[in-house]
């Protein structure tokens, strides 16, 4: 069985605070996918970044960056100086190597005010 | 131009009726797959397709059905529909399952 925890269910920072959104994932599998996704107020769901379990590199993509620790099975995203178009609910999922299908946490609202 | 698109994007339906969504793609991808959203559980898998009438099941399949005769549709049906299944329906498509998924626009379905 695969599992996702984001244990934050609400975080509210000023802009051009950093802020870390956690993520947790459990499974067995040894080839495994982690995934970031977006929902921005208007609904939709937008893809962030994808790292496979051979590959720890952290990742920064302009203000976004990705930590992936699989000592502690976490793949926790940062955001530097955030903004307030950050504000969205962020998904973290998971994609094991014999599924066939994404698993997502409840996510983790981010409120980024003025 | 959308690679992926809901229809409807809003329906409200009495209790008891049966109720189809479509999920047209124009990527031809292999797999498809049909969400639900609801506060404090993010997005579920109901069911997923991996080919043209190749389905299996996701963690909340029970009162869903769908059907994959083409490529590009994949329809996701509640028999009878119940308030239980008021929730935004999410279709997303992937070309290799361990791809990122490209998700639709959603469908808010209200069950009174």
């Known amino acids: 069985a695969q599992k996702v925890t984001q244990a934050q269910t609400e975080i509210s920072v000023v802009e051009k605070e950093d802020v870390t959104l956690d993520c947790v994932y459990e499974t067995r599998d040894t080839t495994y996918y982690l995934f970031w996704y977006k929902q921005p107020p208007s609904g939709e769901l937008v893809f962030l970044i994808r790292r496979n379990s051979f590959d720890e590199q952290n990742e920064i993509s302009g203000r976004y960056s990705w930590n992936f620790q699989k000592s502690t099975s976490s793949f926790n995203f940062t955001i530097t100086a955030s903004q307030v178009v950050d504000s969205a609910v962020y998904f973290c999922?998971?994609?094991?190597?014999?599924?066939?299908?994404?698993?997502f946490g409840t996510g983790t609202r981010l409120q980024v005010t003025l | 131009d959308a690679g992926i698109t809901q229809s409807p994007r809003h329906k409200v339906t009495e209790t008891g009726t049966p109720v189809t969504l479509r999920c047209h793609q124009t990527?031809?991808?292999?797999?498809m797959y049909w969400y639900r959203q609801d506060p404090g559980h993010g997005l579920r898998l109901i069911h997923y397709?991996?080919?043209?009438?190749?389905?299996d099941k996701g963690e909340v399949s029970d009162g869903y059905s769908v059907s994959r005769s083409k490529t590009e549709d994949f329809l996701l049906t509640l028999e009878s529909a119940t308030s239980s299944q008021t929730s935004v329906y999410f279709c997303?498509?992937?070309?290799?399952?361990?791809?990122?998924?490209?998700f639709g626009s959603g469908t808010r379905l209200t069950v009174v």
């Open positions: 990527e031809n991808h292999r797999y």
């Open positions: 397709s991996y080919g043209v009438k190749d389905t």
């Open positions: 999922a998971l994609n094991t190597g014999t599924a066939s299908k994404l698993t």
């Open positions: 997303a498509i992937s070309e290799w399952h361990r791809d990122g998924y490209t």
